[in-house]
């Protein structure tokens, strides 16, 4: 793995425990609980395989299964491939779950249906090779539902320490800079949808135009359909 790939392993391990500790809460009633009904808009089950690019834990994999999706799963973190191999034997799910890094998928081309990837091609050192990869991987037609932080969540802070020019595991990409580099490397955007920070409230974000909207986002999902080759 490269040096960047290493230390997002390790960072992602050690996280690990806190994330699990939160997620169910974080996909029932958090800021991911509008994520799933979001994708099963745009992918059915009876289209085929979906893949969890950066799928941690395993919930939304586990969670898609139950329902009768047909899932696999995929993680940097050792650890996470763990709870998340624990979280399917509880629901008596059999899913595959591997560790691997989403700019180099170990996947055939034209493999996957849909593919979710929320908050992790930012986490990479090319979000570009990321979305290729994703592409790569899904057959012509198919999509993408990708998660990127809003401007000033929380979790942008992983990317701080690169002022002092440290290594970190986050790129700092912007909703807008993922629609437009999606749009520009063989994807169309079928849909977007803001989850807001607390605060934003309907009659607000009402007034807003979309870029306001994307600036005022806890996270904002796109859903981003694969063009013909």
Same mark, same amino acid.
């Given at each position: 793995?490269?040096?960047?790939? !290493? ?26 609980? !509008? ?9 059915? *089950? ?8 950066g ?20 993680? *940097? ?5 763990r ?20 700019? /180099? ?5 034209? !493999? ?12 990479? =050192?090319? =979000? ?6 994703l ?9 993408l ?24 595991? /986050?790129?700092t ?9 999606a ?32 600036a ?10 694969? !063009?013909?080759?």
């Amino acid at each position: 793995m490269s040096e960047w790939s !290493t230390l997002a392993a390790e960072k992602w391990d050690q996280f690990a425990a806190d994330w699990h500790a939160n997620s169910d809460n974080m996909w029932e009633n958090g800021s991911r609980r !509008t994520i799933l009904p979001f994708l099963q808009k745009y992918v059915s *089950i009876s289209d085929g395989p979906i893949l969890d690019a950066g799928c941690a834990d395993g919930y939304a994999s586990c969670k898609l299964a139950s329902i009768g999706y047909a899932m696999e799963g995929i993680d *940097i973190a050792g650890e996470m491939i763990r709870l998340a191999n624990d979280r399917a034997k509880r629901a008596g799910l059999s899913l595959p779950f591997q560790t691997g890094d989403i700019s /180099q998928l170990p996947f055939a081309d034209n !493999t996957f249906a849909g593919a979710l990837s929320i908050n992790v091609v930012e986490f990479t =050192p090319s =979000p570009l090779k990321a979305l290729l990869e994703l592409r790569r991987v899904l057959k012509p037609g198919g999509t993408l539902v990708l998660g990127i932080l809003g401007p000033t969540a929380g979790p942008r802070a992983h990317s701080y320490r690169r002022l002092y020019e440290e290594p970190t595991i /986050q790129n700092t990409m912007m909703p807008w800079e993922a629609k437009k580099l999606a749009s520009e490397n063989g994807f169309v955007r079928k849909d977007e949808e803001p989850v807001y920070k607390e605060g934003i409230t309907p009659d607000i974000a009402g007034r807003l135009s979309v870029e306001l909207r994307e600036a005022v986002s806890f996270l904002t999902l796109f859903a981003l359909e694969k !063009t013909l080759d």
